[in-house]
Nanobody, 119 residues
């Protein structure tokens, strides 16, 4: 049974930082773990991903500001978000599935999300 539980969201002023965590029980190998976000009225957007070989990829809008990390296969998945902007306001979700090309495939397993609000 796969469970993904996000935490760490909140409200922050522009220029501030937040770190999101995702407690993931997904152990399939090889795999992709990813962060997505969705703002009201907008399509879901891929934010960052990492695969079981440690390759990391980022959406253009967050490159240089966000960092995805996981210390080991049993540790939480993190998203360090720096220099936050109002346009980063969204519900953030973590997701997991078997590895796909550039981690751009579909994801079967999703968390319930954590809200990030930047003012």
């Amino acid at each position: 049974h796969v469970q993904l539980v996000e935490s760490g969201g909140g409200s922050v002023q522009a220029g501030g930082s937040l770190r999101l965590s995702c407690a993931a029980s997904y152990t399939g190998d090889p795999h992709c773990l990813a962060w997505f976000r969705q703002a009201p009225g907008k399509e879901r957007e891929g934010v960052a991903s990492t695969d079981s070989d440690g390759h990391q990829r980022y959406g253009d809008s967050v490159k240089g500001r966000f960092t995805i990390s996981q210390d080991n296969a049993k540790s939480p998945l993190y998203l360090q978000m720096n220099d936050l902007k109002p346009e980063d306001t969204a519900m953030y979700y973590c997701a997991a599935d078997k590895r796909s090309y550039l981690c751009r495939g579909t994801y079967t397993y999703w968390g319930q999300g954590t809200q990030v609000t930047v003012s």
